[in-house]
């Protein structure tokens, strides 16, 4: 018989996360702190925005529409870029190298989920004339 793993109560907290991080497009909501191996977060996406056109180097991200209309613009397994409309309750994932871009029709809720928030994003299109995000970038506009 395997035994349970050992659990240390000394390394963690039981205290409620929220952080609202303020975006040109909307807002996001983080709910799991940085520094663990998986981010959860809501965007919210005001109609008409769109997310810039990225690529990760090591970020994966998978979305789950909840309010509202979206689509992303990313990568077949062609490498051409498609549009699909994301349907409410559904699951859609990027990959590392794939293009995309979230875009709201009307203003949206997504769900988010990812592996850490790491590496860099390479802006390929941004709206609102952003660098790529580099972890120092990350830091800087996350402090504010």
């Known amino acids: 018989m395997t035994s349970a793993p050992y659990f240390d109560p000394t390394g963690f907290t039981n205290e409620e996360y929220i952080k609202r991080v303020e975006k040109p497009w909307g807002y996001e909501l983080h709910w799991v702190p940085e520094g663990l191996p ?3 977060k809501l965007l919210h996406i005001y109609e008409g925005k769109r997310l810039s056109m990225q690529v990760h180097d090591e ?5 789950f529409l909840i309010k509202g209309r979206a689509k992303i613009i990313w990568d077949n397994n062609n490498g051409e870029l498609i549009e699909t409309e994301l349907k409410p309750f559904v699951g859609y994932r990027t990959f ?3 293009r995309h871009r979230l875009c709201a029709i009307t203003d949206c809720d ?3 989920s990812s592996t850490p928030e790491s590496g860099t994003t390479y802006r390929l299109e941004d709206d ?3 660098p790529d995000e580099t972890p120092e970038q990350r830091m800087k506009e996350r402090a504010m």
């Open 38 to 40: 998986y981010m959860g």
């Open 59 to 63: 970020k994966q991200e998978a979305y």
């Open 96 to 98: 590392i190298g794939q």
């Open 110 to 112: 997504i769900i988010e």
């Open 128 to 130: 609102f004339a952003r």
